[in-house]
């Protein structure tokens, strides 16, 4: 699977929030500062060339967008990216890396514990 830029992200994440919709939807539903509608409907071209959406053309010169992989799979998959490619691939360096930067807390830190004794 192809890695997203920034700005096809952004434009994912709305995909994720809203669910299967038109260019115009997704490009209005924006919270962020408005990328011109053409260069956005660039992006989801080029999300729909890297197999992240599928267009289908509904009317005219309407497309509606079909998510292909779900957030979470996304998400998944590229924290398992960073976990191999900046921690060795090791959870135990992540979390302690954000423990040291003091960006995790100790009491962040017993609820993860108390998430991962509970699956056990």
Request: charged content about 30%.
């Amino acid at each position: 699977m192809e890695k997203l830029t920034h700005q096809e992200e952004e434009v994912m994440l709305i995909v994720w929030q809203k669910g299967q919709g038109t260019i115009r939807e997704y490009h209005e539903a924006s919270t962020k500062p408005l990328m011109p509608y053409t260069t956005f409907a660039s992006v989801i071209k080029n999300l729909e060339r890297k197999k992240y959406l599928k267009l289908r053309r509904i009317g005219g010169t309407t497309n509606l967008c079909i998510p292909l992989i779900e957030g979470s799979e996304y998400k998944r998959r590229f924290m398992s990216g960073v976990i191999r490619d900046y921690f060795q691939n090791s959870y135990k360096e992540m979390v302690s890396f954000f423990a040291k930067e003091e960006k995790i807390s100790a009491d962040e830190l017993k609820e993860i514990i108390s998430i991962i004794e509970q699956k056990n």
